[in-house]
Every structure is written in C-alpha cells, then in structure tokens.
C-alpha cells in the first residue's frame, strides 16, 4: 500500500524483501538477517506483508519506512514519506493561520443552487527554513460541518468547494525544486459537525497530496477522484501529530467557531468556556425568561422561570460531564495519544423552579413583552392552544359560512401579543394583501381568538385551535362542514394546508382541532367524535389510518370548497381503538393537557 505522503508521484513498493531491504538501506544481506533478532536496539519489525512466508520473509512498504526513519536510515528521497517520524523526522512548526471564506460565483442565479458561504481556518506547518514541502490543516467553522466542503454544487470558482479551497491556500507556493519533485505538500481535512451525533468523528479525517499542477484549473473531479477515501490508520495519524509537533483538534460539534479555532494553541492550557456554542440561543432563552419573570409576581413568575429551566435542563442533558452521550468529551475510539479536546467547558447549574410549564408557555404566547422569547417558544415547544396560523382565501368559501365568518370580525387594538402578531405576519406574507392589514378578533369557542384580513382582498389569517368544543347548548352540534385548501405563505415548495370549518345548529363556525393533508384532516374529525372538547396534544394528531375517511376527505378537497354534511364524514369514522393504544385515553382525566413538556413538546411546531 502506497503512504499518502511521499516525495512524488512514484510510491514505495507494497512488499520488500531482505534483499530488497539490502539495496534499499546499503546494509549487507547477512545483516538484514541479524537485524531480524529481537535482541538488536535497531530490531526489524516482525514480516507483515500479506504474501510473507516462514522460508521468505517480506514486510509492507510503510513498515520498511517507518523503520527506517525510526533507525535514523534515510531513504532515497524520491520514495521517502517526508511526514515519517523518528530521528529523520521532519520537524515541522507552525508558520502562519488564516480565514478563507469560499463563496459560489455571484452570476449564480437559480435560488436552487445556491449555497451559503463555508468559513475555513487554514493552519500551514513548514520545516525551518521552508524550502520543503507543507501541511496544510484545515478546519471548516461552524455553523458548517467539514463534509459539505466536499460536495459538488454548481458554480463554485474552480470547480468545486474543495478545489476552490486548494486554489486558494496554493496562491504563491511554489515547489522545492531541490527535491527534485513538484509536490507542495499535504491538505489535511480535521472532522467538524454541525450538530451533535452519536458516533465518532476521527473516521471522517480526509488527506490530500497537493502538487505544482492543483493551482491550476483541472477537469473538476480530479481532486476528489484523488481524495483519501478510506480512514487513515492509527500509525499514520500518530506520524502526522509527530510531523505537526501536537496532538489534532478534535472539536465538539458546532463548537468550531472563528473565535476559538483562531485562539486555540496546541497543547495548551485553556480555562474552561462556561456555554457551548450550541447551547447559546438555550442560554438567551433562559436569561428572557429570567429577565420577564423578574417583573412578575406569584405561580406566574415561577411558570415563566419554569419554560427556561425546561429548555436549558433539556439542551445541556448531552454537554454534561459524566452523561451520556456526552458531547463535549473525546469520543472512546479517538486514540487520546493522537486527540485532544480542543476546548472544554465548565456549564452553569440548572435553575431550581417548581412552575407551572404550561401556565408560563400560554402566558408568553399571547403576553411576553419580547417577542423573540416568544417566537423562540414557539419554535421550541409550540403553541398550546394553537395548532397553527393558516391563510384563507374567505371568497373561496360557500356564502353562508363566508358571511357567517367574516360578519363577525371585530377590529381590535394593537397589541403585544406573539399570537396576534403572527397572523399579521401570515397576511403580510401573502404578495396579495393590501396595505394597511387589519387586526381583529372572530367569535372562536376555543383557541386563539386572533385573526387579521385584508381590505378589499378576502384575504383572513386565523389559528387553527387544537380543541373542537363539545356539543354544547352555546355552540350547538356540528351539522355540516367545509374543507379548503389555504393559502400558500412562506416554507417555498411546502403545499399549503387545508383546514376544516364546521358549521353548528346554532350557526357557529368552529374550526377542526388540526390543518394539513387529508390524513391530518381525517384525524382531526376522528378526534372530535372520540374525544369531544378534548385539546389535541402540542405534538398534533397522528394521520389518520381509516382508507375510506382520508378518500372522502381528499376527494372534497380536489372538487373544491362545498357544505358537505357532518354526518357523511363521521358516519366513515371507525371504532376507537383500544385505551391503552390511545395516547388521549391513558389518563384517568382525558380533558387535561399532558404536562410532561419535554416529553411532548420538544421539537413540535
């Protein structure tokens, strides 16, 4: 096997001899032989060639190299690997750090192809003198991760992200041309992650030999064509740390910023950072909430203080020393004599509260004097009474539930509150509305009452609640309904949902506890006959499995918004399964809202 460092393009021989051992180093055969004995200090290794008999001994091509660096025998320089250790090493020192930020050309314009920019730390070690070649280690930065340097979107100077970055670290190199070869010297790619992951980094390490010619521009898969593909061994890692004169940087996930690549010294003592990186936006959650919580009084300034202790305790549950996974450590099969942890961290206790956590999420949604504590809730939790902000087209609606609808919106003031300025924002969005979008509220039983349109448009943003009331002598029994596809705002390529609208005997208008395809809508009318008045949990409704309910739905959703009686769809509605496969079942109190917030609501929308 060739060793990924060599003088030239000529690699060593895969097996070598006693013989060949002989003429390779200028020793005699005889001792060759002796130098097989365990008893020399400059002792051959043992015969590991994979052809290697008893009667004929052969040893791997890097073997021979390592023992001759270690012996201090240099090998000719047209087949040495300049990067070996031993007394013949090469010694090499740190010269000089630099922040490459690689772009796509800027005549890119098809939305679809376009990337963000990759931000690479390049760190390039030379022998003193700097006549031989260099290593080049380079370290893409958070929040990117290394692999995407090795993807091929189009339009990227010189090819690709990898051979741009070769371009640019090969500007002005020029070869040693005393070692009568035009290799410049060796790109390192160290692993980065983006986010935290279960399994080891180390395999992701990628080498590449950098010759005269790579600053030239080349048919565009010749460098990946050339790019190290299989893991490089233990051996050869230990020479590179040897060569380097430290240990490689293992850097947590998303931890591999500007700030600390640039000021990490190898080897060297760092006070602990306090927060990850990763950690950041948990930690600004954490002090909005202690910043809103310190104006309130009573059980609500305990459930405000509750919503960031639930969020930080859940974020840090894998940085913490001795958990498991832990993030921030040295993976186990990361060889500690080739890694170090590039920088530690020393996190803050979790706050002790005892709040409400439901309380304090409904608070913040319709009351938080800041907005992004409340749109970072949002994202992290959901919405507890909220399934979601929809858009509708309310001239697509049949007339009497049009006029039911939109006859019963009553302006309201402006306010702070997240719930209504989100369907501000839906309206906004949409490239029909007019200016000047009016904020109101309609006659809703359950959920956010918000809701905004836009004049002279029929354009109307609403929640979508997560509770169909209970047949009640107030709203009446539902007796017919309406499915429409809504608006498309924001997530592009995303279809739009659609929702249900069901009309009562007493002519309320309610709204399906869900929104989505046919098999959310299904489900929606599913729970309203099996759990009537009972909130859908902030992780929503699982789609429904009934085949002929979720065919009626999506063929009244194909022929358009019509009044379809209630009954046509419920009578589809099959048995309700069995209480312990029922997640709205499983408590003796099936009207409450589950309060295990970060069993449900993490990761919902």
């Not at 947590?252 to 060297?268: E, N």
């Not at 509220?441 to 002279?456: F, H, K, R, V």
């Amino acid at each position: 096997m060739a060793l990924p460092w060599t003088r030239t393009n000529r690699p060593l021989a895969d097996a070598y001899s006693g013989a060949d051992i002989a003429r390779l180093t200028g020793l005699t055969r005889g001792r060759v032989s002796q130098l097989r004995n365990a008893g020399e200090s400059d002792a051959l290794p043992e015969p590991d060639a994979p052809d290697s008999t008893e009667t004929r001994p052969l040893w791997r091509g890097d073997t021979v190299a390592r023992w001759c660096a270690r012996t201090g025998r240099r090998l000719p320089p047209r087949t040495a690997s300049w990067l070996l250790p031993g007394p013949d090493g090469p010694h090499l020192r740190r010269e000089e750090q630099r922040t490459l930020q690689l772009r796509q050309e800027d005549a890119l314009l098809d939305p679809d192809l376009r990337r963000s920019p990759i931000d690479v730390h390049v760190a390039r070690y030379t022998a003193p003198g700097g006549h031989s070649s260099s290593v080049w280690v380079a370290t893409v930065l958070a929040p990117g991760e290394m692999r995407r340097l090795l993807g091929w979107p189009h339009s990227w100077p010189h090819g690709s992200p990898l051979d741009h970055l070769v371009h640019e670290i090969l500007t002005g190199i020029e070869p040693d041309f005393l070692s009568g070869t035009d290799l410049l010297g060796t790109l390192v790619l160290l692993p980065t992650r983006s986010e935290p992951e279960y399994s080891s980094l180390s395999g992701d390490v990628r080498m590449l030999e950098l010759y005269e010619a790579d600053a030239n521009n080349r048919a565009e898969d010749a460098l990946h064509g050339r790019l190290r593909q299989v893991r490089p061994s233990d051996n050869e890692l230990k020479d590179l740390a040897q060569a380097l004169g430290h240990r490689l940087p293992w850097w947590p996930p998303g931890c591999a910023t500007p700030a600390l690549v640039s000021s990490w010294a190898p080897d060297a003592p760092r006070l602990p950072e306090h927060v990850p990186p990763p950690l950041a936006e948990a930690q600004a959650f954490l002090r909005r909430c202690e910043s809103t919580a310190d104006k309130l009084e009573g059980t609500l300034r305990d459930s405000v203080l509750e919503l960031g202790k639930s969020r930080w305790d859940s974020a840090t549950s894998g940085w913490r020393r001795g958990g498991f996974p832990d993030h921030g450590a040295l993976p186990k099969d990361c060889d500690p004599a080739i890694w170090q942890v590039a920088v530690e961290f020393n996190l803050p206790p979790v706050p002790t509260t005892n709040g409400d956590f439901w309380e304090g999420l409904e608070w913040v949604m319709d009351h938080a004097p800041s907005q992004r504590l409340a749109a970072d809730a949002l994202r992290t939790f959901g919405d507890p009474a909220s399934a979601g902000t929809v858009l509708v087209d309310t001239k697509r609606l049949p007339h009497p539930v049009r006029s039911l609808f939109t006859d019963r919106v009553i302006p309201a003031e402006t306010t702070g509150s997240y719930r209504a300025q989100r369907v501000l924002d839906a309206l906004d969005a949409h490239p029909n509305a007019t200016a000047g979008s009016v904020l109101g509220t309609w006659p809703t039983l359950t959920g956010p009452a918000w809701c905004a349109t836009s004049p002279d448009t029929g354009l109307a943003a609403v929640h979508v609640p997560r509770t169909m009331p209970a047949p009640a002598p107030s709203a009446g029994a539902p007796l017919e309904i309406v499915l429409l596809r809504t608006e498309s705002v924001g997530d592009y390529g995303q279809p739009a949902p659609a929702v249900g609208f069901v009309i009562t005997d007493q002519d309320r208008v309610l709204l399906l506890p869900s929104q989505g395809p046919a098999e959310k809508l299904a489900a929606a009318i599913e729970h309203a006959v099996w759990h009537p008045g009972v909130p859908t949990h902030v992780v929503g409704l699982a789609p429904s499995s009934s085949e002929p309910l979720v065919a009626a739905v999506e063929a009244l959703l194909e022929t358009g918004s019509r009044i379809t009686p209630w009954e046509q769809l419920t009578a589809l509605v099959g048995p309700h399964p069995s209480v312990g496969d029922c997640m709205y079942c499983r408590r003796d109190d099936v009207t409450a809202v589950d309060d295990q917030p970060n069993e449900e609501a993490q990761g919902s929308v």
